[in-house]
């Protein structure tokens, strides 16, 4: 148990670090909000008039880092104090970035107080949730994403198989996540290597899981005899190297490529885990002839996911 | 029957990597949406397959057997970043769709296990048509998915309109995918079961 409370002490560290280090946010003359993925409020502070608060003129909206494109709002709507005007959108906004709001000549009872600007944006916590409630259940690797099927109907027959797998996957998932994110920025963009990420990406995973391998049976043989097993199966999992592709793709901080493994190792364990339970009674049940064994698997996680569709409408966050 | 024959219709029917051995099945189930998708990744496969084949089977000799699994991963991932630069120039709006899977297919189980099996052990002529066979059988496999899954899932084949309408939605949603090989996997049981009178094995590994 030793080995673990270096790994989390090492992990927590590395959190501070990276937090020190981030990124803080630039600081405008005012904060908006997104209402729905198609409204954005704000809030003026004081009463305001209406029929300068309802002109699309007096407002240009654009996402930040391109103040070129303009997004018009389609009507804009004030608040019964008059303090608080909600811009509807015609087309999806994309909640993930930061929009910038500017006001032109601000009208209150009669009298012209200037122009402001309003940043818009989600908190990072609330990206960072959303970020991982997708990766779990919304996106679920294995239900709507279709990878990891190896594995995933290689160890399913038992439960207590299912969560060895599970841990172990998770553990090695977050740990190669964020080594092949530093990876990624601080060596291949560094020095414009982005073509070879496919192999240092693989190349990354299966020297780490190796040396979890050996680090292990030396440090923890107990531990190494529960989990041993599958370490060396992971390497050849779709999603750890899926992972860290989207991750470089979608250009993810620190923190997201951090939250985006772990959501996707948590989801991965859960479909384990869900499929394991179904197995089991499976196994005494009467299945078909010809469904016996893997058809009747294939059918089961079809229903699955299905089911994994209803997730779908958590995607407010 | 000739060998290199046999060892192409091996993959074909008797060990199709999707059906029978079931292996590699996550593009099995995400690229088939469409019949174009799973053809284009399926050819990128077989080119993948049948030039890593050929590249272990000529340096056998100098891989050493303890290092072999990381060098043969090395040899895919190669190839596969070949295939990934050629093919969005080749068709940008399918690689649009398939590119993740593109880059996946390094992972793919049955490429290293024919590497393994085959190539690491046999010369160069039979490791070509094993690999050609291997990966003809899988794009055999992921035209049939696909086929069956666009024409019931959207009414067409191959982008073109052959309905007019969509009989059976779920089929392009995830669950169809799984749905589809789920029932394939039973039908070949049923015809091995029907031609060779044996009650088939629960259907290979994983």
Same mark, same amino acid.
């Given at each position: ?317 | ?6 060892? *192409?219709?091996?993959? +074909? ?7 029978? @051995?079931?292996? !590699?099945?996550? /593009?099995? %189930? ?73 880059? *996946?297919?390094?992972? +793919? ?7 393994? @099996?085959?190539? !690491?052990?046999? /010369?160069? %002529? ?81």
């Amino acid at each position: 148990m030793k080995m673990t409370k270096i790994l989390i002490a090492l992990s927590v560290l590395l959190a501070f670090a990276l937090l020190i280090a981030g990124p803080s946010a630039a600081q405008t003359t005012g904060s908006g909000s997104f209402k729905k993925d198609k409204e954005i409020e704000i809030p003026f502070g004081i009463p305001v008039d209406e029929s300068w608060a309802t002109n699309a003129a007096n407002y240009s909206v654009y996402e930040k880092p391109d103040p070129d494109i303009r997004v018009s709002p389609e009507s804009i709507s004030l608040d019964a104090r008059r303090t608080t005007a909600t811009l509807k959108f015609k087309d999806a906004l994309n909640t993930a970035a930061a929009y910038v709001v500017e006001v032109k000549d601000i009208l209150s009872e009669g009298k012209v107080i200037g122009s402001r600007e309003f940043l818009v944006k989600k908190g990072e916590a609330q990206i960072l949730f959303g970020l991982l409630l997708g990766a779990m259940l919304i996106n679920n690797f294995v239900f709507t994403k279709y990878l990891g099927l190896c594995i995933f109907f290689g160890v399913s027959q038992k439960k207590e198989t299912a969560i060895g797998m599970g841990i172990t996957f998770t553990i090695v998932m977050v740990l190669s996540a964020i080594m092949c994110w530093a990876l990624y920025t601080f060596v291949l963009q560094a020095f414009h290597l982005d073509f070879l990420k496919i192999i240092v990406f693989i190349g990354t995973v299966a020297i780490f899981v190796q040396a979890v391998d050996t680090i292990l049976r030396k440090v923890n043989p107990y531990l190494f005899k529960r989990l041993g097993v599958y370490l060396v199966l992971i390497v050849t999992n779709c999603i750890i190297l899926a992972v860290p592709l989207l991750n470089a793709d979608s250009s993810r901080g620190p923190f997201a490529s951090l939250t985006f493994g772990l959501g996707a190792g948590v989801g991965f364990a859960l479909a384990l885990f869900l499929m394991a339970c179904v197995r089991e009674k499976l196994e005494v049940s009467r299945v078909p002839l010809m469904f016996k064994g893997l058809p009747v698997a294939f059918i089961v996680t079809g229903l699955f996911a299905l089911a994994f569709l209803g997730f779908s409408g958590l995607a407010i966050f | 029957m000739n060998r290199n024959v046999q060892l *192409l219709w091996n993959g +074909f029917i008797p060990e199709n990597p999707i059906f029978r @051995l079931a292996l !590699s099945l996550c /593009p099995a %189930v995400a690229v088939t949406t469409s019949v174009k998708n799973g053809v284009m990744l399926g050819l990128a496969v077989v080119f993948v397959q049948v030039a890593s084949s050929c590249t272990v089977t000529l340096f056998k000799s100098f891989i050493h057997p303890r290092i072999r699994i990381p060098a043969y991963v090395i040899i895919i991932a190669t190839w596969v970043s070949v295939i990934d630069m050629v093919l969005p120039v080749f068709s940008p709006a399918v690689y649009k769709e398939v590119a993740l899977f593109v880059k *996946l297919i390094v992972v +793919f189980a049955i490429i290293i296990s024919r590497l393994e @099996l085959f190539a !690491s052990k046999e /010369p160069f %002529v039979p490791s070509f048509f094993d690999g050609m066979g291997m990966g003809i059988g899988f794009l055999f496999g992921l035209a049939l998915t696909s086929a069956i899954r666009e024409f019931f899932g959207a009414g067409q084949l191959w982008g073109q309109d052959i309905l007019g309408f969509k009989p059976l939605l779920i089929m392009i949603l995830p669950a169809g995918g799984f749905f589809v090989i789920g029932f394939i996997m039973a039908t070949f049981n049923w015809l091995e079961y029907k031609i060779t009178g044996k009650i088939p094995a629960s259907g290979g590994g994983h």
